[in-house]
């Protein structure tokens, strides 16, 4: 079935450091692709989305292009902040009439260090 | 702008006894999602409604039901609660294709 592999955690970086958490996943039709953030004790935020192949989404300073080739959507971000502290999550919609349902990866914490 | 609202956003159970988790979908959305998320773990896919009626089925215990009122908000229900039960229960409600996520409700059963 439809998956999706996040790079294990915890990521701790510097404050202005370079941010990449790898994300691959496995589908049989054409995905939409998402990544969400969740704060501690809080709910899940769409952070960005992409819907075919190629496209780049982008929100905050975070981007992430859906790759096909490489069944990849590596999260991005220049220069990290102590407040991009949070758990990173990869999901995909599954395409082909699929109603919707997001299945998630294993989540990536990211600990940002001033 | 309007978000998703769950009530109660806590709650403290026994064992065996029964939970309702209730979900207020942002307005105008038409796709109620419930996800079940335990500790340190990824959210999990229960089952979500399409114009009130069920349009997908997860990895939901024949234990827990749900439904979609004519008002579009939607109960999970919950009985013969077990200790693993413990998790937080996302709603989610979409329009299209991205799914707004509410803050969630944190089960504990003792």
């Known amino acids: 079935g439809d998956s999706v592999t996040q790079m294990e955690g915890p990521v701790t970086l510097s404050e202005e450091a370079f941010l990449t958490i790898n994300c691959t996943y496995t589908a049989t039709g054409y995905p939409s692709l998402f990544w969400y953030v969740q704060y501690p004790g809080e709910g899940l935020q769409l952070l960005l989305k992409a819907t075919k192949a190629d496209d780049k989404g982008s929100n905050k300073g975070f981007e992430a292009t859906y790759r096909k080739e490489t069944t990849s959507f590596h999260l991005e971000k220049g220069s990290v902040q102590v407040s991009d502290s949070a758990v990173y999550f990869c999901a995909l919609s599954p395409g082909d009439g699929n109603t919707g349902k997001l299945i998630f990866g294993q989540g990536t914490t990211l600990q940002v260090k001033p | 702008a309007a978000g998703v609202i769950q009530s109660p956003r806590h709650l403290i159970k026994e064992k065996r006894e029964t939970a309702t988790l209730k979900c207020y979908p942002i307005p105008r959305h038409d796709t109620v999602y419930w996800y079940q998320q335990g500790p340190g773990q990824d959210p999990q896919f229960l089952i979500s409604?399409?114009?009130?009626?069920?349009?997908d089925k997860g990895s939901i215990p024949d234990r827990f039901s749900a439904q979609q009122f004519s008002d579009y908000h939607s109960e999970l229900n919950m009985s013969s609660l077990e200790l693993g039960d413990s998790a937080l229960y996302f709603c989610?409600?979409?329009?299209?294709?991205?799914?707004?996520f509410g803050p969630g409700t944190r089960l504990l059963v003792l």
């Open positions: 989610a409600s979409s329009l299209r294709e991205t799914q707004y």
């Open positions: 409604f399409y114009e009130k009626m069920q349009s």
